[in-house]
């Protein structure tokens, strides 16, 4: 899955600018192709276009290919793309939708507001990317609403403090390993007594990371400080009882069981939840094994 993803952002990058120069073409991205308003499993560079026009009524140059550079494509009508008011003042109540980050980064979004199953109380969710700092940031970080790129300061918009994230993984991460380490500043250290340009670096190596989550959460100061609705689509209404099922990676979840029972379905592939997994993805039992290595988990 990952190298096809790769291959087709090739291939997107490799095409884009000639897509984007036909007539009614306005943006090229990635994603599952679309048969008969039903998403597939398979993934297509996806050409939006103002308006889904016959093809023999297109002059050949703007004609959208079935194919592009070996990967097939999907046409998708999304009408006029325009870029939205930017919601970067200061919100007191604050809403969904609205500027907001870490005291270190630029600006993001705070994406809606979640409940603390022990204390009931409401925290905010977003991205690690926006509240931890891409894993940099510390419990107890400043918040600010707005985000510092939009004037935001520590104290007079701190709206919240970071109250714990998912780390994210990536193909290359700072050493934490000592003798390697070591290793690189010894080397270094001959390097310069030699006179040499040449420096070593030790990092670690995961050509196989992959994040399923990107999220974070913060605990405000103040509950006042929350408004439970989303800017410009209104108050979010219901507040369902957490449930199990079971999460299939080639199957869509099926209606939730009552929570403690076991899901009445059987899912198409099924493997324990590997440990390297999220703590929260993780199965409490073992469904059937299955030789294609689905990611399996349960959600509540």
Not at 1 to 21: D, E, P
Not at 285 to 292: A, D, G, L, N
Request: hydrophobic residues 40%; aromatic residues 6%.
């Amino acid at each position: 899955m990952v190298s096809a993803y790769r291959g087709l952002l090739q291939a997107k990058n490799a095409h884009l600018h000639t897509l984007l120069r036909r007539k009614h073409v306005v943006g090229v991205g990635v994603g599952y192709k679309n048969r008969r308003g039903q998403f597939s499993d398979e993934l297509s560079l996806v050409v939006l276009v103002r308006e889904k026009i016959p093809p023999a009524a297109l002059p050949e140059e703007d004609l959208i290919p079935p194919e592009v550079g070996g990967v097939r494509t999907d046409v998708v009508k999304v009408g006029d793309l325009r870029a939205m008011n930017a919601h970067t003042q200061r919100y007191r109540p604050t809403p969904a939708g609205v500027s907001l980050g870490h005291y270190q980064v630029t600006a993001g979004t705070l994406g809606c507001l979640v409940y603390e199953r022990t204390s009931g109380e409401r925290l905010i969710l977003s991205n690690n990317h926006v509240l931890a700092n891409t894993n940099q940031a510390l419990a107890g970080d400043p918040i600010l609403q707005p985000a510092p790129a939009d004037g935001g300061q520590v104290g007079r918009d701190t709206l919240a403090y970071l109250e714990r994230f998912i780390p994210l993984r990536f193909t290359t991460e700072p050493a934490t390993c000592t003798l390697a380490m070591a290793y690189a500043a010894l080397g270094n250290r001959l390097a310069r007594w030699l006179g040499a340009s040449h420096r070593l670096q030790a990092y670690q190596l995961n050509p196989h990371a992959a994040n399923r989550v990107d999220a974070a959460l913060a605990r405000p100061i103040r509950q006042d400080d929350l408004l439970e609705d989303v800017l410009e689509l209104g108050s979010v209404s219901g507040r369902p009882e957490p449930s199990w099922a079971w999460l299939c990676s080639n199957q869509a979840a099926p209606a939730a069981s009552p929570r403690g029972q076991s899901p009445s379905w059987k899912p198409r592939c099924a493997l324990p939840m590997a440990k390297s997994a999220p703590r929260f993805l993780r199965g409490k039992s073992s469904p059937p094994p299955c030789p294609k290595g689905a990611i399996l988990g349960r959600y509540w």
